[in-house]
């Protein structure tokens, strides 16, 4: 692009190329001062400038190889600017990725009052307010030398709406921060009309990027001087109007240049923004991450809800497939879209009533005699696992009984009308039954944003929270437990949470049905409640030995399905390593079914997970950190959906 220069209705001289877009602004009259309140990188906030001197806006355009770390930001822009013979105290500086080519302007004009408006758009970085962190540091800068401290989880991306705003005119403080906030609010206002969606999460629209700047330059308001002073800026104002008019036109014309130039046309930009948005409903409500520990996960948007609806009913209806694997794909539907079933319905948590009930009538001279302990522990084990998969059967014959009896009933007191119809809805309302039934007994969806939340703890260096957290993760005392400890924690629980939240139950399906698993949640829970060394240690043994032989098999295949889900998210080399630590190290742990899982995550992840006293997985692996967890996470939510595919297929066999 050749340099074109002009001078726009406030009297400044803009100059654009291919690198930067430069505004000199005149030097002012005696009487004036021009002052500055901005984002910029390079003499950003609030700045008065130098009496009697000129001053400039440079938005420079980085270049492709540059790393936002050698030089640093500041530099670059006080290097350019002395490149272009400009005093760096005088001048204000922003970055950018975006082209030149998506300059545009706008102005307005009313009553000696002139405004001029120039912005450049790159949305590569678009983000929603509130979206989550990239950087997880306060107080220091983004770019630097130090080393990765696993907090950094990428390199700084630069494509920024870059918005520049001149006014002719003195302001009062009050009316120059009131002004930048409607500068503000329209930027984000034409992303919303031109439907610019978060990079985070496709259903939310962006507000802008990650790194946009802006900067508003008038002349300073000085008392007794004579001069017309803009005191107000609120939007009922005619200021406020011309701000957010120009403000609102440029970015729109510099966002639809940005667009056609990425996608052509309009059409095939709205093509890609619907199909961004399926993706992230197909994705489903992740993540819904709870801010606090313990607090209830947060309901999920009414589209993703609607998509999981969908979802169910099309493989109600429309997919031919066994009862049994329909059963299984809508049950994993309804865990990604929609909400766990209410926990007084619930059956892993009626069993945990239960349990708890009879430890509360349980004497003490049963703990302090391990025969009598150990044949107690064998009457509860019995006494639980019947009581609840004789409910559960008994529970699938009544809906049995409900598909076959219901439609001749209700069609009794129909008189013959709708005869079809009811005849579909009692069927289906008798399979959703049987489908929350089976959903009961597992939850990926869960198992997944645990670990995201401990990650957001330890990221945001709310350790307390994620102390307090991990106690519901497993029995580990987190009280002395560092950052990277509770990290590691997190990925041993996750990976051998996975193998009995999820993998587990799903083998059992295989042979029993959702009965059969009903009845291995009902063991796990009872394990992970008295299954430990200590006062529960001789009423916990029937129920730990039986949980060891029900786990023997999905623990192994837990493993597998996290050896080929690194292969797809890792590659071969750190697939092949965790199966080498799995082998080496999984007999560290006094279980013999956890150190599998575990182990095999230490290994792909590179990671070392110890417990001390106890087991040390991948000793020749780093501490781990909180990208490490969301990398598990990614894996194990992988894992989890090769687990179901093959146990689907197992099932139409």
């Not at 129920?543 to 292969?567: F, Q, W």
Request: glycine residues 8%.
């Amino acid at each position: 692009m050749a340099q074109k220069t002009t001078k726009l209705s406030t009297g400044v001289t803009v100059s654009i190329n291919n690198d930067r877009v430069r505004v000199d602004l005149p030097p002012p009259s005696d009487t004036n001062q021009y002052q500055s309140i901005s984002s910029a990188i390079l003499n950003g906030g609030c700045q008065f400038f130098e009496p009697d001197s000129t001053a400039h806006v440079i938005n420079y355009k980085v270049p492709s190889a540059y790393d936002g770390l050698n030089p640093s930001p500041q530099t670059l822009l006080s290097n350019f600017a002395q490149k272009e013979h400009i005093d760096q105290h005088n001048t204000v500086g922003m970055l950018t990725a975006a082209s030149m080519g998506t300059f545009s302007h706008s102005s307005r004009s009313a009553m000696g009052v002139s405004i001029d408006v120039i912005v450049t758009a790159g949305l590569s970085n678009s983000r929603s307010s509130g979206a989550d962190a990239d950087f997880f540091m306060i107080g220091e800068d983004f770019a630097t030398d130090d080393v990765d401290d696993g907090t950094k989880q990428h390199q700084m991306k630069l494509g920024t709406i870059n918005t520049i705003i001149i006014v002719n005119t003195p302001l009062t403080q009050s009316a120059q921060i009131e002004a930048y906030a409607v500068a503000i609010e329209a930027k984000c206002n034409a992303c919303v009309d031109h439907n610019v969606v978060c990079a985070k999460d496709s259903t939310k629209f962006a507000m802008g990027t990650g790194t946009d700047c802006a900067v508003l330059i008038s002349y300073k308001a000085v008392p007794n001087r004579g001069q017309q002073v803009v005191k107000y800026a609120g939007k009922h104002t005619l200021f406020a109007e011309m701000i957010g008019q120009a403000v609102y036109e440029a970015t729109s014309k510099a966002i639809m240049t940005n667009i056609l130039y990425l996608h052509y046309n309009y059409a095939t930009y709205t093509i890609h923004r619907w199909f961004r948005t399926f993706i992230g409903l197909m994705m489903g409500a992740m993540p819904l991450i709870p801010p606090k520990p313990m607090m209830p996960i947060p309901r999920a948007p009414m589209s993703v809800v609607f998509m999981g609806i969908s979802k169910v009913l099309t493989i109600y209806f429309f997919v031919p497939l066994p009862d049994k694997a329909k059963l299984l794909f809508a049950a994993v539907a309804w865990d990604r879209y929609l909400r766990e079933p209410p926990l007084k319905f619930h059956p892993v948590c009626i069993a945990g009533s239960m349990i708890s009930a009879c430890l509360s009538r349980t004497p003490d001279r049963v703990y302090n005699n391990p025969s009598m302990g150990f044949i107690c522990g064998l009457v509860l084990l019995l006494f639980i696992f019947f009581t609840m998969t004789i409910g559960a059967w008994m529970f699938n014959e009544c809906i049995d009984s409900i598909s076959v009896q219901g439609p001749a009933f209700a069609q009794q007191y129909m008189m013959g009308y709708c005869n079809t119809l009811i005849e579909h809805a009692v069927h289906l309302l008798a399979w959703i039954l049987k489908l929350l039934l089976l959903k009961s007994t597992f939850s990926l969806q869960l198992l997944c944003i645990l670990p995201l939340q401990m990650a957001k703890f330890i990221e945001r260096d709310q350790i307390a929270d994620a102390r307090d957290q991990l106690c519901w993760l497993c029995s580990r005392d987190p009280s002395k437990l560092s950052p990277s400890d509770l990290a590691g924690a997190t990925l041993e629980s996750l990976s051998e949470n996975l193998s009995d939240g999820f993998v587990a139950p799903l083998f059992w399906y295989v042979f029993f049905g959702p009965v059969g698993a009903l009845g291995y949640r009902v063991i796990n829970t009872l394990d992970s409640r008295i299954g430990y060394r200590g006062k529960y240690e001789w009423l916990g043994k029937p129920s730990a030995r039986l949980d060891d032989v029900i786990n023997y098999i999905p623990a192994r295949i837990t493993t597998l399905s996290l050896t080929l889900s690194a292969s797809v998210a890792l590659g071969h080399g750190r697939a092949w390593r965790g199966l080498q630590v799995a082998w080496k190290d999984q007999h560290q742990c006094q279980s013999p079914n956890a150190g599998w899982p575990m182990a095999c995550c230490a290994g792909l992840l590179g990671v070392r997970l110890k417990k001390e006293g106890a087991y040390c997985l991948g000793a020749s692996g780093k501490e781990p950190t909180p990208v490490d967890i969301r990398t598990g996470q990614r894996v194990a939510e992988i894992a989890g959906v090769i687990t179901m595919v093959i146990t689907g297929v197992v099932v139409m066999l």
